[in-house]
Nanobody, 120 residues
Framework: VQLQASGGGLVQAGGSLRLSCAAS????????MGWIRQAPGKEREFVSG?????????YYADSVKGRFTISRDNAKNTVYLQMNSLKPEDTAVYYC?????????????WGRGTQVTVSS
């Protein structure tokens, strides 16, 4: 599975951004998909995930719950992350990731990251 993330940028606190991750590979729908981020000087942090095949099972880090929404379109091989009410602490490089297991424990495939910067 190859992953290509896009949609990052600079936004003021309270604003919104939508990240997209286009996946290639015939086995895309068999993977759990999601987002992991890394802020400067910090370890990578799980953000959100969606279960394979069905996008209805979603899970979030406590720090983004209620503000971020993940979705996937298997027909387009794409997963999205809608980020609302952004905070400066959301500033990080966001990576699209795929895993046959739980994304909280790591990923089997990583995309190139996209920078999200939230100004105060």
């Amino acid at each position: 599975v190859q992953l290509q993330a896009s949609g990052g940028g600079l936004v003021q606190a309270g604003g919104s951004l939508r990240l997209s991750c286009a996946a290639s590979g015939r086995t895309y729908s068999t993977y759990n998909m999601g987002w992991i981020r890394q802020a400067p000087g910090k370890e990578r942090e799980f953000v959100s995930g969606t279960m394979r095949r069905s996008g209805s099972n979603t899970y979030y880090a406590d720090s983004v719950k209620g503000r971020f929404t993940i979705s996937r379109d298997n027909a387009k091989n794409t997963v999205y992350l809608q980020m609302n009410s952004l905070k400066p602490e959301d500033t990080a490089v966001y990576y699209c990731a795929a895993s046959l297991g739980n994304l909280r424990n790591g990923a089997d495939y990583w995309g190139r990251g996209t920078q999200v910067t939230v100004s105060s």
